[in-house]
């Protein structure tokens, strides 16, 4: 309980044993005035009376405004938790989005990737071919000059073999 509780409680019991302890001076009648009336009444049980109201009237604004606080609390806890799905969802909703922007860039990256490495096979194809056509080329012209050596040599010796015999 809290001290408010507990204080009001004790505070109510004290006024129940004053009342109950000095009830002879409670129930003597005395004469009590309304401004415009006068009338006949004990004092202490018309106070008494008067405290018994209050108490019950605010024991009922008490009620009545803890049960707002519950009805609030309650909407508010209501709200809160459809709050937080709407959240969860739009999360889930980005985590999906965010998984097909991953998918469809890793599928853009893959394709960019073959492209290029039939790019890469095609210009390597290319670039072996020149260096067969080239090295065969060059074979080719190497054969030919050794050729053309070996024909000036011949007739470097036919030229200089008969006069070496004479």
Request: no cysteine; hydrophobic share 50%; glycine share 2%.
């Given at each position: ?12 019991a004290l ?35 008067v ?46 989005d ?6 469809t ?44 050596l070996d ?16």
């Open positions: 309980m809290k001290f408010r509780t507990i204080f009001l409680i004790v505070l109510l006024v129940a044993i004053f009342a109950a302890v000095n009830w002879t001076a409670f129930t003597a009648t005395t004469t009590l005035s309304l401004i415009y009336t006068e009338f006949q009444a004990p004092l202490g049980a018309v106070m008494l009376g405290v018994v109201v209050l108490t019950a009237f605010f024991l009922l604004y008490i009620l009545a405004l803890q049960t707002t606080v519950m009805l609030e609390s309650r909407r508010l806890t209501k709200q809160l938790e459809a709050q937080r799905a709407l959240a969860d969802q739009a999360e889930h909703s980005r985590f999906n965010l998984r097909g922007y991953l998918k860039e890793l599928e853009q990256l893959q394709q960019r990737q073959s492209e290029q490495q039939t790019l890469l096979a095609q210009r390597l194809d290319a670039l072996q071919r020149d260096l067969h056509q080239r090295v065969e080329q060059t074979e080719n012209a190497v054969a030919a000059q050794v050729g053309e024909d000036r040599l011949q007739r470097q010796r036919v030229t200089t073999l008969p006069q070496n015999l004479a």
